[in-house]
């Protein structure tokens, strides 16, 4: 297909690097020389600089020809726009544009602006999404809930005398009898990523990824070495526009928080909640973060809009005492930067966006849950079909070792864990954990055959 990708920030950039290597034609466009070099050095890819508005320099990027015209730039009424532009003149097929502002998505008459793109998505709604599952779940780096929230994929750091550190899958069952989770992804301290055979093994410090029924959560975290027994003490620092629409009574159930900024005028919202203790002054206060209880803290977020403020703030209060950190990075090419330092969790909103626009384009039949590694690992859902070569399949035929697993099945409200000796029966959803090549695979074998053929 041809893809008109406008704006050549991280997320821009990022996009033009996972669909071109799809095959696709892509062609960049941004207002800055500068960008568009480092991008030339790196992608073979079609460049062209100039105002992402600009009908003249749109028609010079082949407008006229793009199947789908994608606008991440920094500014949302751009984005709008050049959405705008594409559906009304040039009758493009799909649009897609990144739209931060929450404004856009809480009445009818501010949706009605969005009418011409077929796919927002917001990088604040997104990190705020992010941080609610952090906070919902003491312990975890990420959590997704999927199939009505019945299913948990959550992220966590593995604890030094965890009951699960040092041990390799294949006697996890000694320890969980029941087979009440499954890991379905091991990242190393090296960074190496890896879909766990039965002879790896989870070290203390690894990033594990496991599913579980919502059921089983308290248990399958304290395998982990996390028990949830008094209130989590909570300090965040920056971000109050994130944390207004994210801190709830729900949410102050379990965690005592508190919030410092440099400016309170953002505040109002959070103000209404009782047990919220607001701190004004320099973030990078020593004096401060003592005073504000840095060594009783269980976790620090830091929230703010500049990643070397948001390390500092990590390697500070790690220093201080502070049990667990997470960072904001709100640039995608510092990425391996962030993963230099000792942060627990990295919330990485551009990754879920590119992932989520990609995903989308490809319009397949499985539903993404998440991806690790640029995409070439993921977790997704398929659904058997009554018709599709997938029914009566035994499960165990279809694991591949440390290529692809069925991680659950869902079926009739009961969730199957690690079900390798069940077979697929019409209306099932499988779980999937699987690398690329293999998950095209997996989609032949869901197919529906054409109707002359059932």
């Known amino acids: 297909m041809n893809i008109l990708i406008l704006g050549a920030g991280s997320t821009g950039v990022e996009l033009a690097r996972l669909l071109s290597v799809e095959n696709h034609n892509i062609v960049l466009v941004d207002k800055s020389d500068e960008k568009l070099k480092i991008v030339n050095n790196t992608l073979d890819i079609k460049t062209v600089i100039g105002h992402t508005t600009d009908i003249n320099i749109l028609q010079e990027a082949g407008i006229k020809n793009a199947d789908i015209l994608i606008s991440v730039t920094d500014v949302d009424e751009l984005n709008i726009t050049a959405c ?103 990242k190393r301290k090296n960074f190496q990523g890896i879909i766990p055979g039965k002879s790896d093994e989870i070290l203390a410090g690894d990033e594990v990824y496991f599913i579980c029924d919502a059921n089983d959560i308290e248990y399958a975290m304290s395998l982990f070495g996390y028990v949830n027994d008094t209130k989590n003490n909570i300090l ?9 629409d994210i801190i709830d009574d729900n949410i102050l159930q379990t965690a005592n928080i508190k919030f410092i900024e440099q400016n309170l005028h953002g505040t109002k919202h959070l103000n209404e909640l009782q047990n919220i203790e607001f701190i004004q002054g320099h973030m990078l206060d ?134 390798k000796l069940q077979v697929l029966r019409t209306g099932d959803n499988v779980v999937f954990i699987s690398n690329k090549n293999s998950k095209q695979k997996i989609t032949e074998l869901f197919k529906i055959p054409p109707r002359y053929l059932i």
Do not use: W
């Open 84 to 186: 705008q532009i594409a559906k009304k003149i040039y009758k493009t097929k799909i649009t897609i544009a990144s739209v931060s502002n929450a404004t856009y998505y809480q009445s009818d008459i501010a949706k009605s602006i969005l009418n011409d793109i077929d796919f927002a998505i917001s990088k604040n709604i997104e990190t705020s999404k992010i941080i609610k599952r952090i906070l919902s779940i003491s312990g975890a780096r990420d959590v997704v809930s999927f199939l009505d929230g019945n299913i948990k994929a959550i992220g966590v750091t593995c604890n030094k005398n965890a009951p699960l550190a040092g041990v390799k899958i294949k006697f996890i069952s000694a320890i969980d009898k029941e087979n009440k989770l499954a890991i379905i992804y091991i």
């Open 236 to 244: 965040v620092i920056g971000g109050e526009e994130l944390c207004s």
């Open 286 to 419: 020593v004096d401060l973060l003592i005073n504000s209880g840095i060594r009783d803290t269980d976790l620090m977020l830091a929230l703010t809009n500049d990643d070397k403020t948001n390390i500092t703030l990590c390697q500070l209060s790690k220093k201080l005492g502070c049990k667990r950190t997470s960072a904001l990075l709100n640039d995608f090419s510092n990425l391996k930067l962030f993963q230099a330092f000792e942060i627990n969790s990295i919330l990485n909103a551009n990754n879920i966006i590119t992932s989520k626009i990609v995903h989308f384009i490809k319009s397949n039949d499985s539903e993404s849950i998440l991806s690790f590694d640029n995409d070439e690992i993921e977790l997704f859902l398929m659904e058997v079909d009554k018709n599709s070569h997938a029914v009566g399949i035994l499960i165990e035929d279809i694991i591949s070792e440390n290529e692809v697993y069925v991680a659950a099945i869902a079926r009739d409200n009961q969730v199957i864990i690690m079900p």
